[in-house]
C-alpha cells in the first residue's frame, strides 16, 4: 500500500491514524505500566551455563537505547530502555539503566528481543542445503534420507548439524530444536550432540531413529535406537542447567515402536517430538491409537497435524500438548494445508519450525510471514465466499509470539527463556532498523514480521554470551567451516554414489 499524508481518511496504515501516538505505533503495548515493575527484579541467584556446565565468565553488559520488545505483557514494551545482563541472565529493563561496570553494547536504531526458537529442524542435514529444491515428500524421503541419510558417516552428521547451528545463530534463531534421525550408531549421536555443544547454540537434541536404504530402520543392525537414550541422560544431559536438552524424537512407525520410544523417553524423564497428521498416511487416527493406550501426555509436541481428525485434536488440547507448524515446507510438500486456524480454533497456540533446510531457508522470518499470509488469506476467502462468521486475523504480534514464547514453550524451557524478562537467561537478539530494507521505522513489531530478513541480525546473545556482533559470528574459524562443509558434502557423495551437485 502507498503510505498517504497523516490523517488522510483513505489511508488505512497505522502511521496515517492520527490518533496514535509515536509512542503507540513503535510499541503498541502500553509501556509506562511496564517501568516500574520492572526496577530489582535481578537474576543474579544463579549464573548460566555454558554446554558443558562451565559458569558464564566476565562482565555485566548493558544494552542501551534500543526499541526493547520483551514480548512479556507484564514488563511491556518500550520505545527507548536498556538491558542489562548480569551472569548470564535479564536482571533488569528499563530506561536509563546505570551499571559503570558493564561493557556496553549501543542498541541505537535497533530492536532488541527475545532470540527466535525453532522448534524442529533436521540439523544432520545441514550439508544438503537446498538439495532438494523441487521435490516432494516422497521425494525427500528417497533422497534425502535413503540415498544420503544411509550412506551418513559421524563426520557427515557433525559438519551438518555444525552448519544448521551456526546457521540459526547467525539468523537470529538462539534455540532449536534439533529432531535428529540419523542415529545410524551411537558415534553418529556422539557426533551431533559434539556439534551443538560446539557451536553455542540453545539447542534440545531430540534423539530419533537411524537411516536406512529400505527405510525401515527397525530391521537394521548396529544402531541402538530407542534404549541409548538411557545413556545419552547419563553421560551428557544429568543436568538441566545447560544450554543442552534431552527429547525424544518419536520415529514414524507403527503404534507399537512409538510407543516403545514413548517409554523409553519418560523412562528417563525426557519430553517427546512426534510427526503427524502428514499427508494421505496423516489420516490413520494415530493419536486416537496412541491414546488408547494412554500413551498422550502435556509432555510431547506434535508436528505439522495437517491431516489429524477433529478427535485427534481433541485430545492434543485435552491432554495438554504443544504443536509445531513448519508452514513452509507444507505448502511445498504436500503435507497438508499448515493448521493454523485450526489450532487457533482449538485452542492451541501453535510454535514454529524450519524443519528440512534441504528446501527451506534457515531463517525465522521466512516462517513468520508465511503463516501470517496464509491465516490471512484463509480469512479472507471465507469472507469472499459469504462467510457472516469469519474468523479474525492473526496480528503480526500474535506471529511474533509464536516464533519466541510459544517456541520455547515446546522446547519445554518457558521458565528460562522466550521472552525478555528479568530473571529468565539473556536470549537476546538486536535487529537493525537502519537498513534499506526497513528504514524509516513506523512500528516495531511490524518492521520485524512484514520487512526484515537475516541481514537485519546485528548481536545475538545466548545466555549472557555474544555469538555475533556488528553482523558477524564470533569466534568462527570461516575457512575452516568452507573446507569442513566441502570435504563433508564431497565424502557424501562420493558415498551414495551421487554424481554431483546439480544445476
Ligand atoms: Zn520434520
Known sequence: MTHMRSGNASCFCSACNSALSRRQFLCSTAATAAAASVIGASGQTASAQQPGGAPVAGRPILIKGGCVLTLDRAVGDFEQADVLVEGGKISAVRANISAPNAEVIDATRMIVMPGFVDTHRHMWQGILRNVLPDGSLDDYRAVVQRTFGAKYTPDDVYAGDLFSALGAIDSGVTCVLDWSHIHNTPEHTDAAIKALAESGVRAVFAYGNPQNESGRYWEMKGHKFPEDIAR???????????????YMAAPFASPELILGAFKAARDVGARITIHVGVGEFGRSALLEKLNAANALKSDTTYIHCCTLNDTEWKLIKDTGGTISIAGYVETLMGHGNPPIQKAIDTGIRPSLSVDVETSVPNDFF??????????????????????????????????????????????????????????????????????????????????????????????????????????????????????????????????????????
Open 366 to 503: 521466512q516462517q513468520m510471514r508465511t503463516i501470517f499470509s496464509l491465516q490471512k488469506n484463509e480469512v479472507w476467502a471465507r469472507r469472499l465466499a459469504g462467510d457472516k462468521n469469519p474468523p479474525k486475523f492473526l496480528t503480526v504480534r500474535e506471529v511474533l509470539e509464536f516464533a519466541t514464547i510459544e517456541g520455547a514453550r515446546a522446547n519445554g524451557l518457558e521458565r528460562k527463556i522466550g521472552t525478555l524478562t528479568p530473571g529468565k537467561d539473556a536470549d537476546i537478539i538486536l535487529l537493525r532498523t537502519d537498513r534499506l530494507n526497513v528504514m524509516p521505522m513506523n512500528n516495531a513489531v511490524g518492521a520485524v514480521v512484514t520487512s526484515m530478513g537475516p541481514q537485519n541480525v546485528d548481536t545475538v546473545l545466548i545466555a549472557g554470551k555474544v555469538m555475533k556482533r556488528n553482523g558477524q559470528l564470533a569466534g568462527v574459524d570461516f575457512a575452516r567451516l568452507v573446507r569442513l562443509g566441502e570435504e563433508a558434502r564431497d565424502r557424501l557423495y562420493s558415498n551414495a554414489n551421487v554424481k554431483n551437485v546439480r544445476l
Open 232 to 246: 545419552l541422560r547419563k553421560q551428557y544431559f544429568s543436568s538441566e542447567d545447560q544450554l543442552l536438552t534431552l
